[in-house]
T-cell receptor, first 114, second 111 residues
Framework: DTGVSQNPRHKITKRGQNVTFRCDPI?????LYWYRQTLGQGPEFLTY????????KSRLLSDRFSAERPKGSFSTLEIQRTEQGDSAMYLC????????????FGSGTQLSVL | SQQGEEDPQALSIQEGENATMNCSYK?????LQWYRQNSGRGLVHLIL?????REKHSGRLRVTLDTSKKSSSLLITASRAADTASYFC???????????FGKGTRLSVIA
C-alpha cells in the first residue's frame, strides 16, 4: 500500500471557478478526514466520513464546500465559486475505525485562487 | 474548534542539542498525539500518549503528559538537521472526534 494519495498536488484557479480534489485513503481504513491548513497555522478540521457516511462537518465548511465518499472508498472535496480566502493546503487523512486514532495524511493539494 | 497551543512558536538549535516543545490544551482529552510536517508536505504521526499515561518514549522522542495542567511536552534528543520541520500537538477530546491541532512549533536544527 502506498499510503494516502491526493490529486492534484497543486491547483491554480481564478476566483469564481469551481474546483474538485480527490483523496484515495489507505484501502482498509474506514475513516476519512479533510483538513485545511494555511501558512503558519495548524490543520483545521473540515469534515469526516465513516465508510460512506459523512458524520461531522465543521462550521468552517460553508455551503460552497461539499464532500462525498461514494462506496466508502475515495473521497472528493468540491469548492464552488472559489474565493481568494479559499487559498490553502487541503489535507486528507485516513484511519482505522477501531485503531489507535492515529491519522495517516496525504501530501495535500495546494490551492491558489487568483 | 478549540486548539492546543504550542510553545515556542519557533525554535532554532545546533545539531546534537536537545529540543523541547510544549503544548497546552483546554478540554478533557482521551489522548494527545504529536505530528511532524516537513515544508509543503502532509503530516506524519510521531507518538500518541493516552490520558492515563504520564510519559512515553519512542527512539529519540520523549513525550510527557500532565492532565492536571492540561499540558504536554515533546523532547527530541540529540537533534539532527533532518529533524528540521514543524511539530504539532493534536488532541482527541473525551467522547469526541476528530483530532484538533495546535498551531505548531517550527524547529530548525543547524548543522
Amino acid at each position: 500500500d502506498t499510503g494516502v494519495s491526493q490529486n492534484p498536488r497543486h491547483k491554480i484557479t481564478k476566483r469564481g471557478q469551481n474546483v474538485t480534489f480527490r483523496c484515495d485513503p489507505i484501502s482498509e481504513h474506514n475513516r476519512l478526514y479533510w483538513y485545511r491548513q494555511t501558512l503558519g497555522q495548524g490543520p483545521e478540521f473540515l469534515t469526516y466520513f465513516q465508510n460512506e457516511a459523512q458524520l461531522e462537518k465543521s462550521r468552517l465548511l460553508s455551503d460552497r464546500f461539499s464532500a462525498e465518499r461514494p462506496k466508502g472508498s475515495f473521497s472528493t472535496l468540491e469548492i464552488q465559486r472559489t474565493e481568494q480566502g479559499d487559498s490553502a493546503m487541503y489535507l486528507c487523512a485516513s484511519s482505522l475505525l477501531w485503531g489507535d486514532e492515529k491519522l495517516f495524511f496525504g501530501s495535500g493539494t495546494q490551492l491558489s485562487v487568483l | 474548534s478549540q486548539q492546543g497551543e504550542e510553545d515556542p512558536q519557533a525554535l532554532s538549535i545546533q545539531e546534537g542539542e536537545n529540543a523541547t516543545m510544549n503544548c497546552s490544551y483546554k478540554t478533557s482529552i482521551n489522548n494527545l498525539q504529536w505530528y511532524r510536517q516537513n515544508s509543503g508536505r502532509g503530516l506524519v504521526h510521531l507518538i500518541l500518549i493516552r490520558s492515563n499515561e504520564r510519559e512515553k518514549h519512542s527512539g529519540r522522542l520523549r513525550v510527557t503528559l500532565d492532565t492536571s495542567k492540561k499540558s504536554s511536552s515533546l523532547l527530541i534528543t540529540a537533534s539532527r538537521a533532518a529533524d528540521t520541520a514543524s511539530y504539532f500537538c493534536a488532541t482527541v477530546e473525551t467522547g469526541n472526534t476528530p483530532l484538533v491541532f495546535g498551531k505548531g512549533t517550527r524547529l530548525s536544527v543547524i548543522a
